[in-house]
């Protein structure tokens, strides 16, 4: 069994518009993974949007991993680092970036963990709740990507990146 320090990774959006799906189905796909190949320390989480309250569930954390569906011009998929001095104010609070989460944790914890940005590429997006082909290939080389680092124990050698 692998034992990793405080990982979370974190998947939002919603299932119910198609390739908006990606992050709940990178969680899934995640949970069947763990299953088979058990590793302590890894938490898995899952929601419709980031909100404020997402400051606290990180608070607890070494390294985070948000993963969600992109409408951006990237490859695949993309890994960024999230960079919270990028954080600006919302217009609604009911969702909320990334960087937006990491900053109100700095500001309200004294710290933040390691945080990184999983974009997978999506191209449809209509009221189904159905993965376009597309996005099911992307999601396959981004699940690809994420389990080779964390079989590797690169996992972890991000925190000092």
Known sequence: MTKFKRVLIYGYGNPGRQDDGLGAAFIQKMEEWIS???CTGI??????QLNIEDAEVISGMDLVVFVDASQEVIED???TR????SARVEFSMHAVSPAFVVDLCKKMFHDAPVTYLLHIKGSQWDFKEEL???AVEN???AFTF???KILKGELLALESN
Not at 43 to 48: F, G, K, P, R, S
Request: glycine share 0%.
């Open 36 to 38: 088979k190949n058990p």
């Open 43 to 48: 938490n898995l989480d899952c929601n419709y």
């Open 77 to 79: 998929f993309s890994f």
């Open 82 to 85: 999230v960079d919270a001095s």
């Open 132 to 134: 376009s082909k597309t």
């Open 139 to 141: 999601l396959e080389k």
């Open 146 to 148: 994420l389990t080779n």
